[in-house]
């Protein structure tokens, strides 16, 4: 089976998805005056590394910034207000959002094992905000040149929001330790993804923190219902997906960490999310409504 899926994936990063279009390029060259700032908001306590990244790479931008919580009463998620979105690191997932998605004997293996998940305050209140911020970002056209970035949760969040629902728990399923501060090697499947454009490397280290994961087996077997995504990179023997891309709005998720991984790692996710960022927000002012119907 593993040779079988490995087989698979590798045929797959091959296979060209879609042409390359202003959603995945990550070759925008954006300028904005000094007068501008770039808000960008997380959709929860973004974490000092993630600040610390944002504001240093805006700086080798020559981008003023300003990060902000999403799920203050007092901030707007509107698209000419926050000009990128950040989906932080953080808890796990109720697998209720996931497991009522899907059908059959995965419903029921999953109702067997949701037990593994961690149930928390901050993750039950940040799974209401955030799947409801998804659902009003994918229905609203406005919103198609706002970029999200993904980490860890945050890409979990990306993909059970499409219907794909995870491995609850890694160690339990999948025989592989849970990721604990652990340095694993990423292996790029396509050569012409965008993660590949980021971080020029067929092979990359990155840090992981997290117990939980895209479920590949079944995102694999299925994956005709979203021609919109493609798993590009993984790890663990190919067990892992590690990076999630969207070709029809700028979306990147990434399993590992960037905000902790030194290098060309943490430079081509930040830089990306700030350059989508300064597009959006001149792109934002030339939508009028009637370009939006």
């Excluded at 593993?2 to 879609?18: P, V």
């Excluded at 902000?68 to 209720?96: E, F």
């Excluded at 728990?169 to 330790?177: F, N």
């Excluded at 895209?214 to 299925?222: A, E, I, S, T």
Aim: glycine letters at 6%; hydrophobic letters at 35%.
């Amino acid at each position: 089976m593993r040779i079988l899926l490995s087989l698979i994936l590798l045929t797959a990063s091959f296979i060209s998805t879609a042409s390359v279009s202003i959603e995945q390029t990550a070759n925008i060259d954006c300028k904005l005056t000094s007068k501008e700032t770039l808000v960008i908001g997380c959709t929860n306590y973004c974490g000092r590394f993630n600040k610390w990244a944002l504001k240093w790479y805006a700086r080798k931008l020559n981008y003023n910034i300003k990060v902000v919580n999403l799920r203050s009463k007092y901030q707007s998620i509107d698209h000419t207000q926050v000009d990128g979105i950040l989906i932080p690191g953080g808890s796990d997932i109720d697998p209720k959002w996931y497991i009522s998605k899907v059908d059959g004997k995965i419903k029921d293996y999953l109702e067997s094992v949701k037990h593994l998940a961690i149930k928390s305050e901050i993750g039950t209140k940040r799974d209401e905000f955030e799947f409801s911020l998804l659902d009003d970002y994918f229905s609203n056209e406005a919103q198609r040149y706002q970029p999200v970035l993904g980490i860890c949760r945050g890409m979990q969040v990306l993909t059970v929001s499409q219907g794909i629902p995870l491995y609850v728990d890694i160690k339990t399923e999948l025989g592989i330790k849970n990721r604990r501060y652990t340095l694993d090697q990423v292996n790029v499947l396509n050569p012409e993804s965008l993660i590949k454009e980021l971080i020029p490397r067929d092979q990359f280290r990155a840090v992981e923190l997290h117990h939980q994961g895209l479920r590949l087996d079944y995102y694999l077997q299925h994956k005709e219902e979203w021609p919109q995504l493609e798993v590009t990179a993984v790890s663990n023997q190919n067990k892992i997906a590690e990076v999630l891309e969207f070709y029809n709005r700028p979306i990147l998720g990434v399993q590992f960490h960037p905000e902790y991984t030194f290098g060309k790692v943490r430079r081509g996710v930040f830089k990306w999310l700030l350059k989508r960022a300064c597009f959006n927000k001149i792109m934002g002012k030339k939508l009028t409504t009637k370009e939006i119907k």
